[in-house]
C-alpha cells in the first residue's frame, strides 16, 4: 500500500488529490467508516484501512480498472497467496505486454486489445484458482474442468509449484483467441 496524507478530507498520494467518498458496510460491504476512492483517469485505488479478507483469504477490492486496483488486490493477498499472485501477475505481464487488468468481483481479469478478457485468478483457502476463459481452445488443456464448458482451471497451491513455462504458454494462446467481455 502507498502512503496516504488526509488533510480536510483530501488524500494526497505522490502529489495528487484525490477527493474521498464515505461508504457504510450496508453498500459497500467494506464495513462501517471505511474510506474509498478509484479515480479511472488517474489509474489511482486509494484503501484508507487494509481490504476487508473474505472467506479463503481473498480480498474485497473495489471495482476499478487499470494496474492500481490489481496491485492493490496483489498487496492485500495473505501469505503465501501473495507471492504466488504476483508471479501470475509478472508472467501475464511478460507474455502481453499491452495486457488490460481491471479488477472485478474481487478478482483480477486480464484483457488483450482487442480480444476481451482471457484469464482471471481468485483466492481461495488452500490454492489460488486461475480461470481461462476460453480454456478448452487451449492446448495441452489446462488440468481442471469447469460446469462452463469452456472454462479451464489452473489451481496452484502453496507446497506445489506450478510449471511456469506451461502457463506462460497457456497466457500466449488464451490471449490471442477471443475473450469475455469487451475487446478494447
Known amino acids: 500500500m502507498r502512503e496516504l496524507y488526509l488533510i480536510a478530507g483530501t488524500f494526497y498520494v505522490l502529489g495528487l488529490a484525490v ?35 473474505l ?21 492485500a493477498l495473505p501469505g503465501w497467496k501473495r507471492d504466488v499472485g504476483v508471479r501470475l501477475d509478472a508472467i501475464i505481464v511478460g507474455v502481453v505486454p499491452d495486457v488490460k487488468k ?27 484458482k486461475v480461470a481461462f476463459f476460453d480454456g478448452t481452445s487451449l492446448d495441452p488443456l489446462p488440468p481442471e474442468e469447469s460446469k462452463d464448458e469452456k472454462v479451464r482451471y489452473l489451481n496452484v497451491y502453496e507446497d ?16 490471442e483467441l477471443p475473450g469475455w467481455g469487451k475487446a478494447e
Open 55 to 75: 472467506s479463503g483469504g481473498n480480498p474485497q477490492i473495489p471495482k476499478g480498472d487499470g494496474d492500481a486496483p490489481v496491485q492493490a488486490y496483489l498487496d
Open 160 to 175: 506445489h509449484p506450478f510449471d511456469e513455462a506451461q502457463f506462460a504458454e497457456w497466457v500466449r494462446q488464451a490471449s
Open 102 to 128: 481491471s479488477v472485478r468481483w474481487n478478482s483480477p481479469f486480464y484483457a488483450a486489445p482487442g480480444h476481451g478478457n482471457f484469464l482471471n485468478f481468485h483466492a481461495f483457502k488452500n490454492y489460488v
Open 19 to 53: 477527493t474521498t467518498q464515505r461508504r457504510r458496510g450496508s453498500e459497500s460491504n467494506l464495513g462501517n467508516n471505511s474510506l474509498l476512492t478509484t479515480t479511472r483517469s488517474s489509474g489511482v485505488c486509494l484503501m484508507a484501512k487494509d481490504p476487508v479478507l
